[in-house]
């Protein structure tokens, strides 16, 4: 399915205020492109005007820098209600600041993408799938499910042709997923004063198997199968999931945000945070994580500030845990079952998880009206290498090769490496695929240098055929911070601004400073001409 995964990221070195927007994953080689812009004080005022009126509170700031000033009052009457209805205030204000997020992100080069990438999945009759990757915490507790256009038109998260998420690169490895053809649910029931805990666990119990055998147009849901512990200790808990019978965990209960990526209540006295949880789900082989808590998806917070990696959902997320649904802010009891339901006859429909949560997020803005925060709640985090699929049709069969098995292929086709030019320099071979290059020690190629991002690059390779015979071709794709990726071309060293570029044998790279470690990209008995 196409995909095109958007990041935004501040700049430290230029001013608290200022961002940087790339797409990172593009379905067209032209698609990667970049914008620096300014995070506008108006922006900051409707944000703080959302929290107060929605959330009851004013939780985190977003501009610290001089570009903070006072805004005497919101044109929020500039926004013109569809068709002369008589909007209230709570509406033009969502509307309003939907539409200013929309404006901030896609401008320009950014907007070109997006209408590109949307076409072309048209073309395929597909959806596009679109990713955001916000790296900066402050502005993770946005509602920017609630982008739109234009006044009338649907908000992102609920087009009729975009698939919408969010994802982080900074993650895991995600290992070979099994074949699953049944929905396998684990139902936690954690502590919560306003819960009546076996009234609780039958009505999700009963709403998780709804459906019968046959859903809509006569197609057969997949199976099903619920296991519920109520107020487990953290042991049994941990214990249960080590069975590795289950493909999806869901938690009902009371949640805070926490530094150490949220905290859940299992029982009076006994919690469990969202790194300790995350470990054992990643054991477990879970796909799909449902966070049916308040402030799931919520960063923990200092002096109005957020504290990095600290929401529940990406924590999980960043670990490996392919999916991971949780809540922005409180959620009322009825309108957390609305949701489940529809979301889980959608998944019973093997449908992906990202147009399941669009199927349901859509029930709870035509039940709960769009005025009313309900619908913007649900916030869905994706593996990158994830495409959303957590149960297989039974036509589909279970038999799979990897990626890179392809019968026939002549061995003789020639390898490549990434060499240093340093004295006494090493060489790496290449994987076949992805290799990833950064300062940690996740990535295939380690450079520990200060300059060097965490995850600083990557090399793909990827098979082609001409005619009958297999061609292997090689591509630099930046993924630093600040676009600190070069190679050098007939005019010197250029830099690669989160672009992809094609790799020729004897071409030669740096990464991090230009005054850094020269590499040289190599294929085995290839010629190089002069």
Not at 92 to 115: A, K, P
Not at 162 to 172: D, G, I, K, M, Q
Not at 376 to 399: A, C, N, R, W
Not at 516 to 528: A, L
Request: hydrophobic fraction near 40%; charged fraction near 20%.
């Amino acid at each position: 399915m196409p995909s095109l995964n958007l990041a935004i990221a501040r700049l430290i070195n230029t001013g608290n205020d200022t961002f940087a927007i790339w797409v990172v994953k593009a379905p067209y080689p032209s698609g990667y492109v970049l914008r620096d812009c300014v995070w506008p004080a108006e922006l900051t005022q409707v944000w703080q005007e959302w929290q107060q009126m929605f959330a009851g509170h004013s939780g985190i700031n977003i501009s610290t820098g001089s570009n903070q000033r006072s805004v005497n009052q919101l044109p929020i009457n500039l926004v013109t209600p569809a068709s002369g209805q008589n909007t209230g205030y709570g509406s033009r204000l969502m509307q309003y600041l939907g539409i200013n997020l929309w404006r901030w992100v896609f401008e320009g080069s950014i907007l070109g993408s997006l209408e590109r990438s949307r076409g072309m999945a048209m073309g395929q009759n597909k959806r596009l799938q679109f990713r955001l990757e916000i790296r900066d915490p402050d502005l993770i507790a946005l509602p920017w499910e609630i982008m739109q256009r234009e006044p009338g038109q649907p908000a992102m998260s609920l087009s009729p042709d975009l698939l919408f998420s969010r994802t982080t690169s900074e993650v895991e490895h995600l290992p070979t997923l099994r074949t699953d053809q049944a929905l396998k649910v684990l139902l936690v029931l954690g502590h919560d004063q306003n819960l009546q805990l076996q009234t609780e666990a039958a009505l999700l119990e009963q709403t998780l198997l709804s459906g019968g055998q046959v859903g809509s147009y006569g197609q057969r849901y997949a199976p099903c199968t619920v296991k519920t512990l109520l107020q487990p200790t953290p042991q049994e808990l941990i214990q249960e999931l080590e069975t590795k019978a289950y493909n999806v965990f869901f938690y009902a209960g009371h949640g805070l945000p926490n530094p150490d990526g949220g905290m859940l209540f299992l029982r009076p006295g006994m919690t469990l945070n969202g790194i300790e949880l995350a470990q054992v789900l990643t054991r477990s082989a879970i796909k799909l994580a449902v966070l049916n808590a308040c402030w799931g998806a919520q960063p923990a917070a200092i002096n109005h500030q957020a504290i990095p990696t600290s929401s529940l959902a990406e924590v999980l997320i960043r670990h490996g845990v392919p999916a991971v649904l949780g809540m922005r802010d409180e959620i009322a009891d009825r309108e957390s079952h609305s949701f489940i339901q529809v979301f889980a006859k959608a998944l019973r429909s093997r449908k992906p998880i990202d147009e399941a949560v669009a199927e349901a997020r859509q029930e709870l803005l035509t039940l709960y009206k769009y005025n009313q925060p309900a619908w913007t709640l649900p916030v869905l985090y994706l593996h990158p290498d994830f495409d959303g699929e957590l149960i297989k049709s039974v036509d589909e069969g279970i038999t799979e090769l990897p990626d890179t098995v392809i019968p026939h292929i002549d061995e003789s086709i020639p390898t490549a490496c990434l060499r240093s030019l340093s004295p006494g320099g090493r060489s790496w071979l290449l994987r076949i695929g992805v290799t990833r290059i950064g300062r940690t020690k996740d990535n295939d190629i380690v450079i520990p240098e200060p300059s060097m991002s965490r995850r600083h690059a990557e090399i793909l390779c990827r098979n082609t055929f001409n005619g009958t015979t297999q061609v292997r071709a090689y591509y630099l794709q930046d993924f630093s911070t600040y676009g600190t990726t070069w190679y050098l071309g007939a005019n010197g060293w250029q830099q690669i601004l989160r672009e992809e570029v094609p790799l020729k044998s004897g071409m030669q790279l740096k990464f991090g400073s230009s005054r850094g470690e020269t590499w040289e990209f190599i294929i085995e008995d290839s010629k190089v001409s002069s």
